[in-house]
């Protein structure tokens, strides 16, 4: 029995690793939940798996929780926008799963690594921001983060019991997302509607948005080069449209071992939660004589996102941080109408070019300032547009 806090309860992620909590009752016992306004939602989840511990950020939404689970025993909550983190760090669990999305994400993962428990990380900006701090926090102890993200889970398996100076590079595939083949003039004119319709996997808006201009991939990247110590010139970016190929590692005597699985976030999930163990309550298995497998390149002229983490990435500091929330502003801007779809990168790309005091990344105060400066440029830039 596993005992788990699951960070972002109510989004794509946490619903599908309490569907594997719930379908696994002999294995997990929930004892935390965490989520930012939708108690809704939540209301059911503690009623359902009875955590002695939740979390809620919005504090309206918390006084609201507290009264309809009047009669509910024992449960104790935090509340506020530290609350997460305080979940995170002060109760006892053997894994925190982080699910949440955002750089709000950074501070409960390193919480939960500061006190000792495992991590099954599935918060992209964890490392995409503070990827230094994060993996200081494991050195001596990597088996304590294991990823969630469906293709550096992928990469895990493949890298597993391999020497990393055996590996030429790793290839990170994308389905290329709602608008593959589509031109830079034509992505110009996309409606949110569209770009919200991914063609393979069900996701929250922002991370739909992501996957729509690659941001997603991009930041996988720089996921890959703190979790793998690899350098950005050994990790690659591949359009593979069947979605089934999630990852594949590329050895020096030219040989490749790539992990395929349908498309399934519960299997990554799955895969952390019970780490190091594989669960017989899978997915089913990959369809392989229905459907050919086939590989493209990106484009980068159309999707300029992967190059711009790339050079984000090799400047390191807070240029990553900053990079990260600017995109985070610009997609809510997209997402409400305020600028096109190729405006989400070009705002970021500009709010890059203009950090002009980057800093090492040695503590959150260095990130939160530099946060907190790319939001408020990004947000000048869009108004101006």
């Not at 569907?19 to 359902?48: C, M, T, Y």
């Not at 690659?214 to 990247?221: A, I, P, R, T, Y």
């Not at 519960?266 to 089913?284: F, M």
């Not at 096109?340 to 800093?359: F, R, W, Y």
């Amino acid at each position: 029995m596993r005992t788990l806090i699951i960070l972002g309860s109510t989004g794509s992620v946490g619903t599908q690793a309490l569907d594997v909590v719930r379908r696994n009752p002999d294995r997990f016992k929930v004892v935390g939940l965490s989520a930012g306004s939708n108690h809704e939602l939540l209301i059911g989840q503690i009623r359902e798996f009875l955590p002695p511990y939740v979390a809620i950020a919005d504090e309206e939404a918390a006084r609201d929780l507290k009264e309809r689970l009047t009669g509910t025993r024992g449960v104790e909550m935090f509340v506020g926008p530290e609350a997460a983190e305080r979940l995170a760090r002060e109760v006892e669990a053997d894994m925190v799963l982080n699910a949440l999305v955002g750089s709000a994400g950074l501070a409960p993962t390193l919480a939960a690594l500061e006190s000792g428990k495992m991590l099954a990380l599935a918060n992209k900006e964890s490392l995409v921001v503070g990827g230094e701090l994060v993996m200081d926090l494991v050195k001596g102890e990597p088996e304590r983060l294991v990823p969630v993200d469906s293709e550096h889970a992928a990469l895990a398996q493949c890298l597993r019991g391999e020497r990393r100076e055996d590996v030429k590079r790793v290839i990170i595939t994308g389905s290329g997302g709602p608008f593959r083949g589509w031109t830079h003039a034509e992505l110009a004119k996309a409606s949110v509607k569209e770009a919200l319709a991914h063609p393979i996997w069900q996701m929250g808006p922002k991370i739909t948005i992501d996957s729509a201009t690659l941001m997603n991939k991009g930041l996988e990247v720089i996921e890959a080069h703190h979790l793998f110590g690899l350098d950005y010139s050994q990790i690659h970016v591949l359009i593979h449209p069947e979605g089934l190929v999630h990852a594949i590692a590329e050895f020096r005597d030219g040989s490749m071992m790539a992990q395929l699985a349908l498309p399934d976030m519960k299997l990554p999930i799955q895969l952390a939660l019970a780490w190091p163990e594989r669960l017989p309550t899978g997915i089913g298995p990959v369809p392989l004589t229905e459907r050919p497998l086939t590989f493209e390149p990106v484009d980068r002229e159309a999707f300029p996102a992967i190059d711009l983490a790339y050079r984000v990435g090799e400047l390191g500091l807070t240029f990553p941080a900053v990079m990260s929330a600017a995109n985070e502003v610009a997609v809510m801007a997209f997402l409400e109408g305020k600028i096109p779809l190729t405006g989400i990168v070009e705002v970021v790309a500009q709010v890059v070019d203009e950090h002009e005091t980057p800093s090492p990344v040695v503590s959150l105060v260095s990130l939160e300032r530099a946060d907190a400066w790319a939001r408020r440029r990004a947000a000048e830039i869009i108004e101006g547009r």
